[in-house]
């Protein structure tokens, strides 16, 4: 049990001001998943804004993982960037706005996992 809570607050306060929470909440595109993917979000460490875990509905041992960078931490693409993995073994990636180009690669990746 944590008895001053104080230092928890300010480290919150601290990391969502670096990160710029509320700026990105207004920036982040709104995404339609398809009715058979099951989406579950979960927190964003590792320098991640966003972070995704996506299974089929019906193979249920497929997973892909998702996740958005926004300050070049984890890749060095120069804007903020949805990364795709597993595809082909390796990861695919693609700018925040496009969408449809990270259904794309969500859905690949789950056709490769068959």
Not at 42 to 50: D, R
Not at 53 to 72: A, E, G, Q, R, T
Not at 93 to 103: A, G, N, T, V, W
């Amino acid at each position: 049990m944590i008895d001053d809570w104080k230092p928890l607050y300010k480290a919150r306060a601290l990391v969502e001001t670096v990160y710029e929470w509320r700026k990105w909440h207004g920036e982040l595109p709104y995404i339609q998943f398809p009715s058979d993917w099951l989406v579950k979000a979960i927190p964003p460490f590792g320098g991640a804004v966003v972070r995704y875990n996506i299974k089929h509905k019906y193979k249920p041992d497929s997973f892909v993982s998702v996740f958005l960078d926004c300050y070049d931490e984890l890749g060095s693409v120069g804007e903020p960037y949805w990364e795709v993995y597993p595809i082909d073994d390796t990861c695919e990636r693609c700018p925040m706005l496009e969408i449809d180009k990270l259904l794309e690669l969500i859905s690949t990746s789950l056709e490769e996992q068959k």
